[in-house]
Structure formats: structure tokens, C-alpha cells
């Protein structure tokens, strides 16, 4: 027997498992030679002698009341548990180990095909095609309202409205759903221009931007994002941090960004470095 078969003789929760034919085994013994795939079940008497040993789960004969019933095998492991994402596992005797259903991918998807979560499965899907990124190239865009009466206690009447686009230069985003963003550095401000004591008082404007398809040569508006001054002051009307909507794309149509920035009296608002990501969500 080659040296790799010996492993030291274990007894109650270590599974070892043992080839035995005599009818008692001491405890004392150091090392016994076993087959690492096999398994016995025998009794350890109170005196600590092992007997009634037979290869399988059970015991060559029921033990007596007084002994106690344990296995041996010839491994050092003496369990292998499934934890995340596994399944199976054995306390004795050989393991088997696989993917549990909810972590398994499809191995029959076609090619350029992607798994994609349905219920507690994969499936097969069509790949959507991912971030469709568009650094649009407008510059800040700003718009100061009218400062002929920027008192305390005035009627603050009157806007100024300033509106920039991309419309020169247009994409084509392939046919599918998508849902845009605003990425990269984009953000927007509302300044009051007179440094009075009630400076939310002069803070009256809104920042819009508005992804706009042109087909045959006709701007229709498919998606709009609305920032206000304020969350208890609703820039005329419009819905404080609005989010895009989604809108689909034939594959053939043009978009554009519009960014319109709008300020009320005594006030200066800026939307800056206007960018819009899409993301294809159908």
C-alpha cells in the first residue's frame, strides 16, 4: 500500500472512511489503509473497540444500546455544504457539487445572444446594445432676468429665456427603446443678481433640457427633463427634477439636445455643459 493511502483513523464527526475485515478494532490504533471513495459504518463499544463494521451507511448489525453508532472513511473532509449559488453536497462518501438553477446561465443562446434575468431563471435575449454615449458640444447656456426693479417687496415681473441646440449635429440611435440621462459634467444654477437680504426672492428661473427628433425635416419632442429653483418653488409650473422619459428610435430618425435656460427678474440661470447618455432599454 503506498504511502498516500494511509491517513490517521478518526472516530465521531471526522468521516474517515475505513476498509476493515476483523471483528474488532481497537481505538489505539494510529493508521489504518483505506480507499479514499469508501465508506463503513461500525460501533464503538464503551471500552473504545470498534466492530460490527460493514461498508455502507449502516452497521454490519444493529449497535447495542450502549455503544454508538459512527462512521469512517478514508478522507480528511468531513463535509462538503453548498453556500451561494451551489447546490448538493454530502456529509460522508463522495460530494457532488453543482449551479443552483437561480445562478445557472443558458448554455443554448445563439450567438451574439445574452442571458437575461426572467423570474428565478436565465434566458435567452437579444442583446439591447448597451450605453449609447453622445457628448452633445453645447456650451454653457445662461439667461439673465430683467434688473430694473430688484427690490425687496417688488412684483419681480418679466423673464429672459435663452435656448441653444445640437440640431447641426443630429444622431441616429439604432432601432429599439431607449431611456436618456444627463452624464458627464451637466449641471445647472439659479442666481439671484442682487445681493438684498431675501435672496430666495429673486431666485426665479428653470433649466429645460429636450431630446427632439427631427423625421422629414419635422421636431417632435420625445422626452424633456426640467430643473426648478427650488424644491417649494416650481419655476412656473414646471415639475421640480423631472426625469426623462423613455421613447423609441426606428433606427432612421435624428435626435438633437435643446437646452432652454429661463430667468425670472433678478435672476440669472445656467445650465452647464449640457451631455445626454442613452441607454437602450428595449
Given at each position: 500500500m503506498s504511502p498516500q493511502w494511509k491517513r490517521r483513523l478518526g472516530i465521531g464527526s471526522v468521516a474517515v472512511a475505513a476498509v476493515v475485515v476483523v471483528p474488532t478494532i481497537a481505538f489505539a490504533?494510529?493508521?489504518?489503509?483505506?480507499?479514499?471513495?469508501?465508506?463503513?459504518?461500525?460501533?464503538?463499544?464503551?471500552?473504545?473497540?470498534?466492530?460490527?463494521?460493514?461498508?455502507?451507511?449502516?452497521?454490519?448489525?444493529?449497535?447495542?444500546?450502549?455503544?454508538q453508532e459512527i462512521h469512517l472513511s478514508g478522507g480528511d473532509i468531513t463535509a462538503v455544504t453548498a453556500s451561494t449559488g451551489l447546490s448538493g453536497g454530502s456529509q460522508t462518501g463522495p460530494a457532488s457539487l453543482s449551479i443552483a438553477p437561480a445562478y445557472r446561465l443558458p448554455q443554448n443562446c445563439g450567438d451574439g445572444a445574452v442571458a437575461r434575468k426572467s423570474g428565478s431563471t436565465w434566458t435567452c435575449s437579444t442583446d439591447f446594445g448597451g450605453i449609447h454615449t453622445s457628448t452633445i458640444g453645447l456650451g454653457d447656456v445662461v439667461a439673465a432676468g430683467p434688473t430694473e426693479d430688484c427690490i425687496d417687496g417688488s412684483t419681480f415681473t418679466g423673464q429672459t429665456a435663452v435656448t441653444a441646440n445640437t440640431k447641426n449635429l443630429t444622431f441616429v440611435l439604432p432601432?429599439?427603446?431607449?431611456?436618456?440621462?444627463?452624464?458627464?459634467?451637466?449641471?445647472w444654477f439659479m442666481n439671484k443678481t442682487s445681493d438684498l437680504f431675501d435672496g430666495e426672492t429673486f431666485a426665479k428661473g428653470h433649466v429645460v433640457l429636450e431630446i427632439v427628433k427631427n423625421q422629414n425635416n419635422v421636431d417632435t419632442v420625445v422626452s424633456t427633463w426640467a430643473r426648478a429653483e427650488a424644491e417649494n418653488m416650481d419655476g412656473g409650473g414646471l415639475p421640480y427634477n423631472q426625469d426623462f422619459k423613455s421613447f423609441q428610435a426606428d433606427g432612421s430618425a435624428k435626435f438633437f439636445l435643446r437646452a432652454t435656460a429661463v430667468g425670472g427678474a433678478c435672476t440669472t440661470a445656467r445650465v452647464l455643459s449640457p451631455t445626454i447618455e442613452f441607454e437602450r432599454v428595449g
Open positions: 490504533l494510529p493508521y489504518i489503509d483505506l480507499p479514499f471513495e469508501a465508506t463503513f459504518t461500525g460501533c464503538l463499544k464503551p471500552n473504545g473497540e470498534i466492530n460490527k463494521v460493514a461498508q455502507g451507511a449502516d452497521p454490519k448489525q444493529p449497535c447495542n444500546d450502549t455503544d432601432a429599439g427603446k431607449w431611456r436618456p440621462a444627463t452624464a458627464g459634467n451637466t449641471r
